[in-house]
């Protein structure tokens, strides 16, 4: 049986960029699968009535001086961003476009969006800014905001937010090894422990 894991994420999230860092270890440690599945937080926050621990300002201090222990112990840059919070609706449309799509460039795109708002501080909610990040992995602004605004795009990431929060998502990132969960980039070891046992 060919293990597999669900990694329901939202680029706006720096525990879901940290966790993203890890998945090619986690793949190559476990021999699983990464179904990487976007959905958007903000809708995730407003079914479940959770909230942003950034909103919470003594925990989003705490929050993320952990995370940068984190990045440190995976030896990755991780940077918080002056631009968060930071409207990822377009870049998560873009990123189901591309999926479903099939196309062999999501790879250089999330890796693009990831580094340019968690190591590079860009500002990923302006178009121009994602425009210049993107160029150099070969994306064209216009073809990519074409492809945001197709209706099936945008139904389906409703679609597959709702489906994540009919499943018990409430944050992001979210892992799911079978039916198991396991929420935020700190359940990586439960993770890797689930699919060695599945």
Do not use: C
């Not at 060919?2 to 999230?13: A, C, K, N, T, W």
């Not at 969960?181 to 359940?187: A, E, I, P, V």
Request: proline residues 6%; without cysteine.
């Amino acid at each position: 049986m060919s293990r597999s894991v669900d990694f329901l994420f939202d680029y706006g999230s720096p525990a879901a960029y940290l966790a993203w860092t890890q998945l090619g270890k986690l793949a190559a440690d476990t021999g699983a699968t990464v179904v990487m599945k976007p959905i958007l937080l903000g809708g995730v926050f407003q079914a479940t009535g959770n909230r942003a621990p950034i909103t919470v300002p003594a925990k989003g201090s705490y929050l993320f001086k952990d995370l940068n222990r984190y990045a440190r112990a995976y030896g990755v840059p991780l940077a918080m961003n002056p631009h968060f919070p930071i409207n990822t609706i377009t870049l998560m449309r873009i990123d189901v476009a591309l999926s479903l799509a099939g196309d062999t460039r999501l790879d250089a795109y999330r890796t693009a969006v990831f580094n340019g708002v968690w190591a590079e501080q860009k500002n990923m909610g302006d178009p121009a800014t994602v425009a210049a990040v993107l160029a150099p992995a070969g994306f064209e602004a216009d073809e990519l905001l074409e492809m945001a605004s197709d209706p099936q795009v945008k139904e389906t990431l409703k679609t597959w937010t709702q489906e994540a929060v009919e499943r018990g998502v409430f944050g992001a990132p979210t892992f799911f090894v079978g039916g198991e969960m396991f929420w935020g980039q700190d359940r990586l070891d439960f993770v890797r422990s689930a699919l060695k046992n599945d």
